[in-house]
Structures are given as C-alpha cells and as structure tokens.
T-cell receptor
Framework: KAGVTQTPRYLIKTRGQQVTLSCSPISGHRSVSWYQQTPGQGLQFLFEYFSETQRNKGNFPGRFSGRQFSNSRSEMNVSTLELGDSALYLC????????????FGPGTRLTVL | AQSVTQPDIHITVSEGASLELRCNYSYGATPYLFWYVQSPGQGLQLLLKYFSGDTLVQGIKGFEAEFKRSQSSFNLRKPSVHWSDAAEYFCAVGDRGSSNTGKLIFGQGTTLQVKP
C-alpha cells in the first residue's frame, strides 16, 4: 500500500506570493490533517479535513486555508506569504480520525525569501 | 488547555545503553497517546500508541512505553540503544472526544544523540 505523498517536496517563494501544497492520503483514508513544523514553535496543528469538510482548525491566521476533494486528496494554500511561514509542512492521513493511527507524509519544505 | 511536555530537549547516550524519554501531558481525561520518531529531513514515523488496555505497550524497533495515569506520563524506553536510533522523538496526544477529530498535540521533541 502506498504511503502518504506530498508534492512538491521543496518550494522557494518570495514574500507576498501565495503557495499551494498537495497531499495524497493512503488509499481508503478519509481524514487528512496538516501540521506546520518550525524550530521555534515545533509541530503545530493547522487543520483537519474529513469527507471534504473541515472538522477542526488550529490557531493560524486566515491566510492559511485548505480543502479536500472527493477522492480524499487535500490541498493547503497560504496567501500573502511572510518570512515566518518558512517551515516544513506535514500532512497526515488516517481512516477516520483520532481513534486510528495517523500516517505522516515526508513533508513539503517551504522557504520564503 | 491541553499540552504535552517533553522535559529533555537533548539526550546523549552511549550505544548499548538503556534509554528513557519522558513525556507528561495535561488533559481532561485519558487521551490517545503516541510516540513518533523523525529522522533529519523526513516525516514522522509512528513508534507506538496507547488507546486502552495494558498500560505497557510495545512498538517497533524494540521500543516500549508505559502509561501511568496517576502521573499523566507516557515515557518511552529502550533497553539497548543502537546508533541508528539517533533522531528526534515526539510524544503526542489525540482527543477521545465524540468528534474523533484527528488533531494531535505534540511535545517539543527530544533529540537523541548516540555515542559510539
């Protein structure tokens, strides 16, 4: 069974631009969560989608948004990029949520210049 | 507020020595508990999890963890560390609420260095 895949793996953007990251969950998984990892703040929950609906949201500004498609693939978008958005963005999938094991992808490393 | 504390930011042990990584959580009830490992430039790999039942759980790569409700702790142990265990280790909690949301709260991580 293929694992969680994230594209692209690396991305360089400049301040003010926007970016879209993609996550393909393990086949059959309906829950997709996104996390931001930085050296200073550690791993922080961004949001979770389940069956195309946002089920939970972390404490991030509205510039961070996401969506989930009918095939459970998910995208997250960051508009008006700031230097502080430089981070490793990780996506995780599970069958239905907290009661199942979450499997993480390799992440997308975003650098904002 | 829910939180996870890993008191040790960095730990160095000699190869072959035993290891214990500490994790304490603050939560209204018993949450789901996890330990993940992350190698440089990689995503997170699940080592083990506690949902219910036996409080001593076995994981991959020879790791085990013990849930102690009275201490709100879920410490990770390994009897003999290998050089390949050098990585960053994260403790995390998940919500048992009715929504079953997949949100995990992570500790700050413990970096393990293994001396030859």
């Amino acid at each position: 069974k293929a694992g969680v895949t994230q594209t692209p793996r690396y991305l360089i953007k400049t301040r003010g631009q926007q970016v879209t990251l993609s996550c393909s969950p393990i086949s059959g998984h309906r829950s997709v969560s996104w996390y931001q990892q930085t050296p200073g703040q550690g791993l922080q929950f961004l949001f979770e989608y389940f069956s195309e609906t946002q089920r939970n949201k972390g404490n991030f500004p509205g510039r961070f948004s996401g969506r989930q498609f009918s095939n459970s693939r998910s995208e997250m978008n960051v508009s008006t990029l700031e230097l502080g958005d430089s981070a490793l963005y990780l996506c995780a999938s599970s069958l239905s949520g907290a009661s199942d094991t979450q499997y993480f992808g390799p992440g997308t490393r975003l650098t904002v210049l | 507020a829910q939180s996870v504390t890993q008191p040790d930011i960095h730990i160095t042990v000699s190869e072959g020595a035993s290891l214990e990584l500490r994790c304490n959580y603050s939560y209204g009830a018993t949450p789901y508990l996890f330990w993940y490992v992350q190698s440089p430039g990689q995503g997170l790999q699940l080592l083990l999890k506690y949902f219910s039942g036996d409080t001593l759980v076995q994981g991959i790569k020879g790791f085990e963890a013990e849930f102690k409700r009275s201490q709100s702790s879920f410490n990770l142990r390994k009897p003999s560390v290998h050089w390949s265990d050098a990585a960053e280790y994260f403790c995390a909690v998940g919500d048992r609420g009715s929504s079953n949301t997949g949100k995990l709260i992570f500790g700050q991580g413990t970096t393990l260095q293994v001396k030859p």
